[in-house]
Structures are given as structure tokens and as C-alpha cells.
């Protein structure tokens, strides 16, 4: 099928390329998301050029024109500009052979077919020429623009050949798939790829685990990840990714009573704080001092990852995961090291959600009083706010009338933190009896006495038996002191 669409090469770059390829005497080409994009209504900034020839000299000469500065990436035959907005990749077409061991193709220099051919899916296969004789036609060779039109995900090639070519193109798959999915336009791997991931899903171990978790993080930025880990599941990819999650699977019965299926669970969790991100991002915007929205993510996903290890029956009362909290924080660690994600802040902040994940619901069922609520606070910092959305988005249950009961408890629980933080501001807490103060106020060295008397402070404050002042917490502190047996040496 060949369509004109003028309307999406009508930028500056396009004739600056078209007029460079004339001169140069070879063809290029608009190729891959971009033309996909333009499709879907939404185009991108990202713009990739396929010129049938060296894709790094062809950069040289259109930098020269845009006067940019060209960025080479000569181990890929690349090179990158910037120029009115957009960053531009040049690539010369390829003809790439693959050795079964490795992911590293044999690549020789090719036509914009060869290249296509190579391509991991028919929608990301699209070109537009930038000849001055058709500029702007769309070549489209296996019918891209029929699969975007019906949501297909299909290879160019047969399956097992594009997907044994380059593993990493069954996660991209499932990528594509829920990032383009829309309620009003679903999208599909078309079943003989689905069968094709089953049989091929132990290639992945050649894959670095740098790209696998590259494509999970990109899986979870989109707005229904929980479709991406259905797939993942689906294919049997889950298992060899992240066990742990597949191990949330299944219900058990025993005496008639039967548990949450706690995959589902997760999955509707992930989703919901997806939602409630984008209430939120539209009532407030984001700034700098808000987490990245993929690590609250990762907390959902794993917030009951605790549950396998702790599931325990007991007999005439049913069944319990008593403690999945704490082991799921336990696991955390662990789970970002065998992915490679970062074990900074970003890890601790993901384990201290997945720790505290129950404690605003257990306010719920209990009298909320402040010094539960100002404990949670203490417990929480500044990521309280990130608790309260993921506990708010743990409230699932096939019983309506249950979820409207635990919401409106819920309500008043937050409520109830902002009315104990205004009074008594213990989310930033910092003690106010310092260690310093307490040396030179007794004339004392390092010791433990000075951590007994902060603590003692501290839970005095918390409990609500004095404020958050210097005052009482002075006062109170030289109590206990003179009960240690400690003198002020003024
Ligand atoms: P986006 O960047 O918006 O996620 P994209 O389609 O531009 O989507 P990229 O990863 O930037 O995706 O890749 C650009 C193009 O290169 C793709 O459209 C596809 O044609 C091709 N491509 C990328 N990775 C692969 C791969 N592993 N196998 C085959 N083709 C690929
Ligand atoms: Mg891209």
C-alpha cells in the first residue's frame, strides 16, 4: 500500500534530509515510531532517519546544513543532532544475520527492505520517503498500517525467527502492546507470536538483565501496566524475570475457605495507583521534590511479595499472611539486586512502603487516635503522602459494600493526619533534645545515656504526653535525667 501523508514530513529536517540524499545521490527515509506515531495522532520528538548508505556520513552532511553538532556512535553506525525541538538518528539501512548464541547480529549494509525486514514489528516497520519524487508516500511492505488500524502486534518475519533473532524483542512486544492500548483501542499479540514467546521464553538468560529491567520499568511507566504482566505471565516470561511476583499466583481452599489470588490483586493495586498518580498529577503538578512516579510503581508491584512465605491456614478462623509486610520489605534488597535497579534511596523508599503498606488501612479498623496517627507519621516522613495513595489503592474487594465502608474510614484517617501534622508537625521530626545539648548540659561524653534520654523524649512526644516543643521536651528530659542520677554541671 502506497499513502501519501505530506502532512507528517512538513517539517524543516525532512527537506533539509530530502535536499542532502538528492545531492548525495542515495535514498533515506523516515523509519519506526515516528511514522507509527504520526499515525496515532502523536507524533514524537524522537525522529529516526534510515538513509541507504553510511548513516554517519549522511549526519556529517546535514549537521553541516543545520550548523548542529552531530553526536557519533561509531561501534553502532550511528550518529544523532539535535535540531528545531527534535533529536534525530541517522542510521544506514542494514541487512543483519544473527548467531544463536549471542545477541549481537552480523550486520552488512543493505536497501530499505532488508532493513524493514529486520525491523521487530509491522507497526514499528513504517517508512516515508523523503525522495523529492514521492516525498512523503508511505512504504509499508508488511502492512503496518492495517495492524496499527485492527491494535495487532505482529513480526515482519515469522515469529520465531524475529524473536530468536533478538530476545529482547518479545518484551518490546509486550511493551508496545500496553503502552498502545487504549480502552477505546485495544491492542493484541497476535496468538502465533503469543505461541512463539512460549516456546522461546528460555532465550531470555542471553539477555543482559540491564535491558530486561529496562523494558519492566519502561512496562510499568505506561498507563495499565497490569496488562504488560499479564502477558509477561502469559508467556511464561514472568517466572524467569521476577519469581517472586509469579509465586502470588493461585488460590488455595482448604475446609471450604479459599484465600485473595493475590497476582490479581497486585495487578489491580499496580493499576489503581496508576490512576490515583494521574488524579493527583492533574490536581497538583509534580516538582522536584515528588519521588518519580515509577518507584511507587515498583512498591505496588511488589507491595505483597511477602505473602507466599507468611500464608498460613488456621483451622475455623481461615487464612492469614500475618507479618507479609515486614518479610515483603526484607525481600526488596534483594529483588532490586537481581534486577540491577538502584539500591539507594530510590530502594529505600520502595522497602519502606512496602513495610508500611498496611498500617494506614489497620488505622481504619481501629479508634484512630492521634498517637497512632502521629506514629505513622513519624514512621512515614515525607513519604506519607505516597503511602496513603498506595494504601488507598489497596482497597480491593468483590464486596462493594465492604470497599465503600474501609473508603469512608479511610477518609477520615487522612483527615486525621492532617489535622495531627498541622498541631504537631512530626513528619519532618527532628528530636528536639539533641545529642550535643545533652553532653554539655551534664558534662558527659558519647555514651548511652544520651540515646535513652532522646528516645525517652521521642516517645513521649509520639504518645502525646508532651509537645512538640523544646520546652516540655527539656523539661521531661531532665526528669528522667535526675532519675538516672545525672546533675546538671550548671
Ligand atoms: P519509543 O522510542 O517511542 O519507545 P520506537 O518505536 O521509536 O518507540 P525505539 O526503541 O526508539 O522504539 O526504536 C526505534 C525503531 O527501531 C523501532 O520503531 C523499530 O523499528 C526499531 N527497533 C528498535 N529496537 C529493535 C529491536 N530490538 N529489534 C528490531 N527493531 C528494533
Ligand atoms: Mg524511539
Avoid at 40 to 53: A, F, H, Q, R
Avoid at 75 to 101: C, D, H, P, W
Wanted: glycine letters at 6%.
Amino acid at each position: 500500500m502506497e499513502t501519501r501523508a505530506e502532512q507528517f514530513v512538513d517539517r524543516r529536517i525532512f527537506r533539509i534530509v530530502s535536499d542532502v540524499a538528492a545531492e548525495r545521490g542515495v535514498r533515506a527515509f523516515v523509519i519506526g515510531g515516528y511514522v507509527r506515531d504520526c499515525f496515532l495522532g502523536t507524533p514524537s520528538k524522537d525522529i529516526d532517519i534510515v538513509v541507504e548508505g553510511s548513516g554517519i556520513d549522511f549526519a556529517r552532511a546535514v549537521g553541516e546544513v543545520t550548523k548542529s553538532k552531530v553526536q557519533y556512535f561509531k561501534n553502532f553506525g550511528t550518529a544523532m543532532l539535535r535540531f528545531q525541538g527534535n533529536e534525530i538518528e541517522f542510521v544506514g539501512a542494514r541487512k543483519e544475520s544473527y548467531r544463536r548464541e549471542s545477541r549481537k547480529p552480523i550486520v552488512e549494509n543493505g536497501s530499505l527492505r532488508d532493513d524493514q525486514l529486520r525491523r521487530d514489528f509491522t507497526i514499528n516497520a513504517m517508512a516515508f520517503s523523503l525522495q523529492a519524487e514521492d516525498f512523503g508516500a508511505l512504504v509499508d511492505p508488511f502492512g503496518g498500517i492495517r495492524d496499527l488500524a485492527a491494535g495487532i502486534i505482529r513480526t515482519p518475519l515469522d515469529p520465531d525467527t524475529t524473536y530468536s533473532d533478538d530476545t529482547l524483542r518479545m518484551l518490546r512486544a509486550i511493551r508496545f502492546c500496553t503502552r498502545l492500548s487504549t480502552p477505546e483501542h485495544p491492542f493484541h499479540i497476535v496468538p502465533e507470536s503469543l505461541d512463539s514467546m512460549r516456546r522461546l521464553n528460555g532465550r531470555l538468560s542471553i539477555l543482559s538483565t540491564e535491558r530486561i529491567t529496562d523494558e519492566l520499568c519502561k512496562m510499568l511507566r505506561t498507563d495499565q501496566p497490569s496488562m504488560a504482566f499479564r502477558l509477561l505471565d502469559e508467556t511464561g516470561l514472568l517466572p524467569r524475570i521476577l519469581p517472586e511476583l509469579s509465586a502470588l499466583k493461585g488460590v488455595e481452599t482448604i475446609e471450604g475457605m479459599g484465600h485473595k489470588e493475590n497476582f490479581s490483586h497486585t495487578l489491580a493495586v499496580l493499576d489503581n495507583v496508576v490512576a490515583a498518580q494521574r488524579a493527583r498529577d492533574e490536581v497538583a503538578p509534580p516538582g522536584p521534590d515528588r519521588p518519580d512516579s515509577l518507584w511507587l510503581r515498583w512498591a505496588a508491584l511488589l507491595h505483597d511479595i511477602g505473602k507466599p512465605a507468611t500464608k498460613r491456614f488456621v483451622p475455623g478462623q481461615g487464612w492469614t499472611f500475618h507479618g507479609h509486610d515486614i518479610v515483603g520489605s526484607r525481600m526488596v534488597p534483594r529483588i532490586f539486586t537481581a534486577l540491577k535497579l538502584p539500591l539507594d534511596e530510590k530502594m529505600k523508599y520502595v522497602r519502606k512502603l512496602v513495610w508500611l503498606h498496611l498500617r494506614p488501612i489497620a488505622l481504619v479498623d481501629e479508634e484512630v487516635t492521634d498517637s497512632a496517627v502521629r506514629r505513622l507519621l513519624f514512621d512515614a516522613g515525607d513519604d506519607i503522602d505516597d503511602l496513603m495513595l498506595l494504601a488507598g489503592a489497596d482497597i480491593t474487594s468483590k464486596n462493594p459494600a465492604k470497599v465503600a465502608r474501609i473508603k469512608a474510614n479511610f477518609e477520615l484517617v487522612k483527615r486525621k493526619l492532617v489535622e495531627v501534622e498541622e498541631k504537631d508537625a512530626i513528619r519532618n521530626f527532628k528530636n528536639p533534645i539533641t545529642g550535643d545539648y545533652v553532653m554539655e548540659l551534664y558534662g558527659i561524653p558519647p555514651c548511652s545515656e544520651i540515646g535513652i534520654l532522646k528516645e525517652y523524649v521521642k516517645e513521649a512526644i509520639l504518645d502525646g504526653r508532651i509537645g512538640n516543643n523544646f520546652e516540655e521536651a527539656d523539661a521531661l528530659m531532665r526528669e528522667k535525667a535526675a532519675e538516672m542520677g545525672l546533675k546538671p554541671c550548671k
